[in-house]
């Protein structure tokens, strides 16, 4: 009986720089042109130097880490501008940022959710308790709510709101994982257990996640 060849698994930083190059040449159809011109332009400042100092051969190949590094770079950015903009405006395209942010925070997403299809998700960190709204400003009313809320179910947790959003008060989609990633850690690792073991006793609704797929940009090259 013949041995059946078993099916080699695609490692999931190739699934997930496929991903991105697929949503980034959506939006920019020269992408390989760019890229390609990128590497070229390296490595012909590389070839320059080294027939300066007299060093061609040596100097090419070490420019070539270089080009590949500087290439990788141009593309980890163009795939992150195109990520968002394919989500930019979509219902739940908020709660698609914070659920990407792996590492340190857990997201409920729509703990709140009105007709006019504004959004309130809650997210728990180091931080402590980061209340999401997106939607017009009648979410404020919302985020209030959900703030007190958390205020009484953990007491002495410390509790953020954050307006998603273009313009006064708000926080752009394109930074949003930044600004809360930059918020100061007031919670010990026990305490943030804690606070997730009483946390997860609320639950919260769901929601339609925006179609446009979301690369997680921790697992593409920036360097």
Do not use: C
């Amino acid at each position: 009986m013949a041995r059946q060849k078993k099916e080699r698994k695609t490692p999931e930083w190739v699934k997930t720089i496929r991903q991105a190059y697929q949503v980034t040449r959506k939006a920019r159809p020269l992408l390989p042109l760019l890229l390609i011109l990128v590497f070229a332009i390296v490595m012909a400042i590389g070839i320059g130097i080294g027939l300066i100092v007299g060093r061609t051969i040596y100097i090419s190949l070490m420019a070539i880490p270089f080009a590949i590094i500087i290439t990788l770079f141009i593309f980890s950015r163009l795939a992150e501008s195109s990520a968002y903009a394919s989500i930019e405006g979509q219902v739940g395209a908020g709660a698609s940022v914070l659920m990407s942010i792996r590492k340190g925070w857990s997201t409920t997403a729509g703990v709140q959710v009105a007709r006019n299809q504004d959004l309130v998700h809650r997210s728990l960190g180091r931080a402590g308790v980061v209340v999401t709204g997106e939607g017009t400003n009648a979410v404020r009313v919302m985020m209030t709510d959900e703030r007190r809320k958390m205020e009484r179910f953990l007491s002495g947790v410390p509790v953020h709101e954050v307006l998603v959003g273009d313009g006064e008060g708000r926080v752009p989609i394109r930074k949003l994982q930044k600004h809360l990633k930059k918020l100061p850690k007031k919670l010990t690792k026990s305490q943030l257990r804690e606070a997730r073991a009483r946390e997860r006793s609320l639950g919260g609704a769901k929601l339609p996640m925006p179609k446009g797929p979301m690369p997680n940009m921790r697992k593409i090259p920036k360097r």
